[in-house]
């Protein structure tokens, strides 16, 4: 399998059904990389610290990308954003925020907290598929992503 | 002594000195007076005692002769004596031998005086005796008479009396020259303190004058007239540096009042505009949700007929979606409803009434009667509640939403739910009451996210669901009560929400 096929994606999505789409977009766009998905924000930092459920490593692979909702129960994307890049752990992985909101505060404030992109989630599947497909193909195969310490 | 007060400076001068002058002359001559008299009757009974004396020695003779017609010769010569007024001649058995009187009217008395010298009112009577060789063969007396001296005295008095009044006259001559040297400075003084008075005129000053006590007291006199013309200047200025502050102020009142007034109307003018905002929105609202909520019943419904008709025809993974969308579209219809109720909360009106809070949480009870029964969930009220001033159907709200929740978030195996007042009673007076749970509890850092509208701490399916505006709700109903909603909770342990009325 290439590397980049093997690398998880993180999907921290609250919404069942908003989960589903991005499932069915992965796999429309032909990609096999292992999804995780966490349906809160806590449930995220959990995975990514490894605490928690997530305490055994191999239920808790360090992602390579992760794709971040904004709105959340509990601890909501922004905190797990700003949380994720303060971490020196955690901040070399690319952050993708994916959201249905367009409000430029939140878009200034996500990079501010050092998001490396902003992406508004398309409302058709098509688009979600296109979206998605395109950033599988920049993120895996133009760019080169750090070396997971 | 009073009289003489009210007289002015210079007659109070003038009859000091012309009185104090005559009065010493009066005491002078008086006892000049008194004294010449005394030394006069001294005289007097000297010359009459050496004159007896004479006439008694020339009489030896006579008595011893028996020859009183030689006696009488001898005291007829007395006549040239002006003064003896009568004077006998005695024998040894004190009977009278020879007698002579200026005055036939006068006789001498029978027998001698008794005492050598006496005075009585008629004159001084001498007695003497007549002696040969060392014996007493017989007594002579002479009385003399006071006339001259009682001429004399007058001649005196009348002359004093005039040289008095030429004193006086004199005295009132140089007095009236010499008493200037005091009152004319005085005067002076006098004159310029009127005028000062009189004038109001600070500016003018006495002369300077003599050295003494008057001279000072101008100096004084002066020096109080500088100070007061120094202290009215002050004054003055004073005066003049109050009005301007006084201008400057009243200046920047009326500006601040006019600055008021401006923001005054400015608030006016926003206000209506908000009221202007709040109608709009109003109807936004209504017509938003009315709008939205047309595709959604078609999505709902058609959804439904799919499920309906097509059951058959599609597999057990079809339906489930199909199911789904129907959950989803009724999901949305939730949501904007709370949204247009959360909206009219904000700006409907509130009927106020005295609120028994027993009575309506019995209510609200009563509505959940059955879930509480599901849950097996013991509700607890240890005290009676108190009646209170609030809208009865948004208070009951608040409660209904309260209890919602705690009954919801609770994982216990004997969940109870606690509905009491709290104390200490706030600052504003009114009672504070409190809904408590021993469910799952609220972390310190979610307690104020928990009131943001649609805002859930868990995925939407757990702990039974729920829009995540039921807390907002609660918050938007209290604070248009005046009154103050908040959360204490120990995760894991439990949650107490408290929320205070005012009084």
Known sequence: ?149 | MGRLDELSIRRKLIAVIALGSVIVLLLANAALFVWDSLAYRRDLQERLESVAEIAGRNSTAAIQFNDPATATELLASLETQPDVRWAAIYDGDDALFAGYASNPALEPPPAPPASSVATSREGVAIARPILLDGRRVGTIAVLGGLDGLYARMFRRALTIGLVLIAALLTALLLAQRLQRVISEPILRLARVARAVSAERNYSLRAPAGTRDEVGQLVGSFNDMLAQIQRRDAALLAAKETLEERVEERTAQLQQELGERHRAEQELARRNEELEQTNRELDDFAYIASHDLKEPLRGIHNYSQFLLEDYADRLDEEGRVKLRTLIRLSRRMETLIDSLLHYSRLGRGDLTFTNVDVNELLAEVLDLHAMTLREKRIDVRVPARLPVVRADRDRLGEVLANLITNAVKYNDKQEPWIEIGTAEPATSNGGPTFYVRDNGIGIQDRHLDTVFRIFKRLHSRDEFGGGTGAGLTIVRKIIDRHQGRVWIESRPGEGTTVFFSLPA
Not at chain 1, 29 to 48: I, K, M, Q, S
Not at chain 1, 57 to 68: E, Q, V
Not at chain 1, 112 to 118: K, L, P, R
């Open chain 1, 1 to 149: 399998m290439p590397e980049h096929e093997s690398q998880p994606i993180l999907v921290v999505e609250d919404s069942p059904e908003d989960w589903e789409t991005t499932w069915r977009a992965f796999q429309r766009a032909g990609l096999r990389n292992p999804l995780v998905r966490c349906a809160t924000g806590d449930e995220a930092l959990d995975f990514l610290h490894r605490r928690g459920r997530y305490q055994d490593p191999d239920s808790s692979p360090r992602p390579g990308i992760i794709l971040l909702d904004l709105n959340l129960p509990g601890t909501d994307g922004r905190e797990v954003l700003q949380e994720i890049k303060a971490e020196e752990t955690l901040r070399r992985i690319p952050v993708i925020v994916l959201t249905t909101s367009c409000d430029s505060r939140d878009i200034e404030a996500c990079y501010g907290a050092g998001a490396n992109s902003y992406i508004q989630k398309p409302v058709d599947l098509e688009g979600l598929i296109q979206a998605i497909q395109r950033l599988h193909d920049y993120w895996f195969e133009v760019v080169i992503l750090p070396k997971e310490s």
